[in-house]
């Protein structure tokens, strides 16, 4: 029987994100927009779109295969594993479980967790409940969305938002919490302000102006609740990582917080768009891949300055503190491409290297031509059964 831990800590990160880069350019082919004005009320710029046959479960495998190389554990290692998305075509098996599949982890936990924006938000403080409980030692959090898919590519409000990838983190029990108290609720009145409607295809509508009024309203005061819970300042933080919705949010919310100058904000949603679910840990994974958040940074307060707040307009703010498992040393800063670079065409495991990117990669390709199976079934069932609605709706006396 597992005994109780004090708390949990990030221990890795990893993300994954489709090679294809849709610009503001190439959106004001298609729809009455303009590379001014999305920047202007969004602050975006590019974002990533997958291929047709790049599922939900592709980039979450992808992403938590790197977190757990990173890691340094084993498969066997993992005894909860959760992807946050609410843009999953399987419902059951969950895309968990599928992951769990493809990297031959023997016999977690495994479960989805459908909380739109907030879900990895929410994922991360459930694995980290579950470990302080005793229930795992260690566990694999992920966020992954396919927002292209349910995309409505002729409403030019929307569709310059949204974007498609994963990010993951793997959690371990330490003696020493670094993921702090939960600031996590909702607000069920506004439960129309994002929403995905339309049963048969589903299509992404939102309120714009109202999550507006409520982000930078609402969203400070809960960001200093969770560093009160914390005992922490908010000019103490070495970062801020929010849910990466749009760029104006961001920086509203931010200014109001009185961070310190030398505070790292993500600003990923300039590059990859809103991403729900992953746009948290995708971010994250991105500033520790650079070097622009270090872990055990040098400075009058080095052990306040390891932590970052992780929240998103919703709510849901968790505290958190990374920590490599193979030390302190923070990650060689990665070199920057321009958002219109053409994209490598190489394994999304060829970082890992070695054995590590072999074993992935050929498990990767065995299960992934399984799972395409299973979907296109998916999809003829789906045709079939709406082509019986029709004929029934029409041969209906009215």
């Known amino acids: 029987m597992r005994s109780a831990m004090p708390g949990s800590r990030i221990t890795a990160l990893g993300h994954h994100q489709p090679t294809r880069v849709l610009t503001n350019d190439d959106l004001a ?3 009455d927009t303009s590379d001014e004005w999305i920047r202007r009320r969004t602050g975006i710029a590019t974002r990533r779109i997958a291929a047709p046959d790049e599922s939900v479960t592709d980039m979450a495998a992808a992403a938590a295969g790197k977190a757990l190389a990173a890691s340094g554990l084993e498969p066997a290692d993992i005894g909860l594993i959760t992807v946050a998305t609410c843009t999953a075509v399987d419902r059951c098996p969950s895309i968990a ?6 990297l031959g982890l023997p016999s977690p936990v495994a479960f989805d967790l459908n909380n739109g924006c907030a879900g990895f938000c929410t994922a991360l403080a459930c694995a980290d409940h579950s470990i302080r409980a005793g229930a795992a030692r260690h566990a694999l959090v992920i966020g992954a969305e396919k ?3 349910v995309t409505d590519w002729t409403d030019r409000r929307s569709c310059v ?13 330490s003696a020493d919490a670094g993921i702090g108290p939960v600031c996590w609720g909702s607000d069920p009145t506004r439960g129309d302000a994002v929403r995905l409607v339309d049963d048969w295809h589903p ?3 939102q309120e714009g102006q109202t999550v507006f009024r409520w982000a ?4 400070p005061a809960i960001a200093r609740e969770a560093c009160a819970r914390a005992g922490l300042e908010p000019a103490e933080l070495a970062g801020v990582v929010t849910h990466q919705a749009n760029l104006r949010i961001i920086d509203a919310v931010v200014r ?3 961070l310190a100058e030398s505070a790292v904000i993500a600003h990923d949603v300039v590059e990859s768009g809103n991403t729900s679910a992953a746009s948290v840990p995708l971010a994250l994974s991105k500033l520790t891949e650079r070097g622009e958040l270090r872990t055990g940074a040098p400075g009058p307060a080095p052990r306040l300055r390891r932590r970052t707040v992780l929240g998103r307009p919703g709510h849901h703010l968790p505290l958190t503190r990374y920590r490599r498992v193979r030390g302190t040393a923070a990650p060689a800063p990665a070199r920057r491409r321009g958002p219109g670079a053409a994209p490598r065409h190489r394994s999304v495991f060829a970082p890992l290297g070695g054995r590590a990117a072999r074993w992935f990669s050929e498990r990767f390709s065995r299960t992934r031509a399984r799972s395409n199976a299973r979907e296109r079934m998916r999809l003829q069932s789906a045709s079939s059964t709406r082509c019986m609605r029709r004929t029934e709706a029409s041969s209906t006396p009215r």
């Open 147 to 149: 927002m292209s898919d």
């Open 256 to 258: 109001q917080l009185g």
């Open 161 to 173: 938002l949204l974007g498609d990838g994963a990010g993951a983190a793997v959690l371990s029990a």
């Open 216 to 219: 930078t309203g609402e969203l």
């Open 29 to 31: 082919t298609m729809v």
């Open 203 to 205: 299509r992404f509508a």
């Open 97 to 102: 479980a599928q992951v769990a599949e493809r």
